[in-house]
């Protein structure tokens, strides 16, 4: 085992989709395996979520990350270099001990994220296995429905509607790379919908890839979902699901939501899902309350009973602590897991273990600002999480985590299952 050893750790500040500094970590192990990790970067992030340091300075308007790729290079690579990477949850466990902190704030969240995957990555190179496998091993055979979000809003585009995600979840294949093409198809019939009805700035694309066009009404953006599903000639409600993300923190102002240029109060914007899930095959809804109202998810679920899955990504953000407290109160059916909203992998996998044994849905996602690391197409499938959120089937960012996917359904050769609509049900 000692090929797996530690030798040589070096951090880098590289670019990320948005053209905002992240960092990036090399590892190389004994036996010559390299494993890298890039941190991803959130627009609309939640207050809990672990702190990524940002310089503050001059250089990149503030947003330069030297700081943290310092942290790296002076204080974690000689705390783990000679640790074992197949122990990468030691290695996890020493980076969190030399944080010290609660929320990372010491070494920076987008420090531990790019280390943390990088040594896992350089663990399963020297391994000779794929991530999804060193990580799930044999059983580690199921692709996961991707979550595509083709029409953004909110903190991710300049609209002016409110809720940041409407999504297409492709059921109706028997395989990922069957699911990837219908949803394609679906994302060009979308785009020739919109220019005929919006114009040709309509088709402008926001951070995740997704069309931002003018539109107002929440409504407008869920219909023309279902146009372009029929127009492509698929079914909607059961070849495609729809997901939104309200992202509802963002438009929480003042003791009201401000939706569809309206104030609603709580029980408002309530009833407008519970109306939205019954005229639209809406079957999962993220943070639609804001992160500090976790009263009002725990009424919409129990007045949507079971129709629609709430998910917690503010609310609950990659921690085991919040999604236990909230899943065990009733407020949430499920949780999205971001490696970087917590620090480590070791920490996403212990709320995606809580949730697999609660009976609870995991979805693997990335941030709006992404890079070429490719790390979450391997941890959706390694966990079987059933369920992924890469963005749009556009822009490099979001495309390498699906093309990822084809080449894990390419490798594994037949043995693998798409995970299909069985995805979105309640064990
Ligand atoms: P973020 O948004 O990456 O900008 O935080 C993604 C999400 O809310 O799911
Ligand atoms: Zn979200």
Do not use: W
């Amino acid at each position: 085992m000692s090929e797996f050893v530690i030798e040589h750790v070096r951090a880098l500040q590289v670019l990320d989709s948005r053209g905002d500094p992240t960092v990036e970590v090399s590892v190389v192990t004994r036996g010559g395996g390299c494993g890298r990790g890039i941190a991803p970067a959130g627009a609309s992030r939640g207050l809990r979520e672990a702190v990524e340091l940002r310089d503050g300075d001059k250089r990149y308007l503030g947003r330069g990350v030297g700081k943290a790729v310092e942290a790296v290079n002076k204080y974690i690579a000689p705390a783990i270099t000679g640790m074992s990477s197949y122990r990468f949850r030691d290695v996890d466990r020493r980076i969190i001990e030399i944080d010290g902190t609660p929320n990372k704030s010491r070494l920076g969240a987008n420090a531990t994220t790019a280390t943390s995957l990088a040594v896992v990555n350089a663990a399963a190179d020297t391994a000779g296995l794929p991530l999804f496998e060193f990580l799930g091993g044999r059983l580690a055979r199921v692709l996961p429905v991707p979550l595509m979000n083709v029409i953004n809003g909110g903190a991710h585009a300049g609209n002016e509607l409110s809720f940041q995600e409407f999504m297409i979840a492709p059921v109706g294949a028997s395989t990922f790379s069957e699911a990837l093409r219908i949803a394609v198809e679906v994302y060009k019939t979308l785009k020739e919908l919109l220019k005929r009805t919006y114009g040709p700035a309509a088709i402008n694309v926001g951070d995740e890839g997704g069309f931002a066009p003018p539109m107002k009404e929440t409504r407008e953006a869920l219909e023309a979902l279902v146009k372009a599903i029929s127009e492509a000639g698929y079914r909607a409600g059961e070849d495609f699901l729809l997901a939104v993300d309200a992202a509802a923190s963002q438009f929480y102002s003042g003791g009201a939501y401000l939706v569809d240029g309206r104030r609603l109060g709580g029980d408002r914007l309530l009833e407008l899902y519970v109306d939205l899930v019954a005229e639209f095959p809406v079957v999962s809804i993220e943070d639609p309350f804001a992160e500090d109202q976790p009263h009002y998810f725990r009424e919409l679920k129990s007045a949507l009973r079971g129709r629609a899955l709430i998910i917690g990504d503010d609310l609950t953000v990659t921690s085991a602590r919040l999604v236990s407290e909230y899943f065990s109160g009733g407020a949430i059916d499920g949780a999205i897991i971001k490696v970087n909203q917590i620090g480590t992998l070791t920490e996403a996998e212990e709320s995606v273990e809580l949730l697999r044994r609660l009976g609870g849905k995991a979805i693997v996602s990335h941030r709006s600002g992404e890079t070429e690391d490719v790390s979450i197409a391997h941890i959706a499938v390694a966990y079987g999480t059933g369920l992924i959120k890469s963005g749009a089937p556009a822009r490099g960012e979001r495309t390498s985590k699906y093309n990822e996917l084809l080449r894990i359904e390419d490798y594994l050769s037949g043995d693998s299952r798409y995970a299909g609509a069985g995805a979105f049900r309640r064990s």
